[in-house]
């Protein structure tokens, strides 16, 4: 897939097999791990998530909002829309094979109401906790940009 150049782009390569990384970006109980928590039935194309891994970063439990799920390709694509604020974050995860390990490819389109630099710190400290929850580590400590 090649994103627009008006897009944030962001890749992590990980250790675990991609039905594993699948299962921590998918499964309530593992993304709970590392951002939040969704309740709801998926197959209605719309869950409610609970943003918690800000209280980490000395801010508080987001109010729930509902997310409508565009594409679920078990276990290689997840494309969703997260109300934030008066916008929606378009959000598109690939993951593949990479070696042994995996590859996550995050694409957010964006929408000019968070700055690309503040959006791209905020996804690489995620996806660092994505990473210490696969391990079994203490979360990363959110360590702002200067």
Do not use: K, N
């Not at 309530?28 to 998530?49: M, Y």
């Not at 700055?115 to 210490?132: E, I, K, V």
């Amino acid at each position: 897939m090649t994103a627009p150049a008006e897009d944030l782009v962001v890749r992590r390569t990980y250790p675990d097999r991609v039905e594993d990384v699948w299962s921590a970006l998918t499964e309530s109980e593992r993304l709970g791990r590392w951002i939040g928590t969704w309740t709801g039935d998926p197959t209605t194309g719309t869950v409610t998530f609970t943003m918690t891994g800000e209280v980490d970063a000395g801010g508080e439990v987001d109010d729930p909002v509902d997310v409508a799920i565009e594409v679920c390709e078990p276990p290689h694509r997840l494309v969703v829309d997260l109300p934030s604020g008066d916008t929606s974050w378009h959000l598109d995860l690939t993951l593949s094979a990479a070696g042994d390990g995996s590859e996550l490819v995050l694409v957010q389109r964006l929408d000019g109401s968070v700055p690309r630099d503040d959006l791209a710190a905020g996804w690489t400290w995620y996806l660092a906790r994505l990473a210490a929850s696969l391990r079994g580590e203490p979360m990363p400590a959110w360590d702002p940009p200067a």
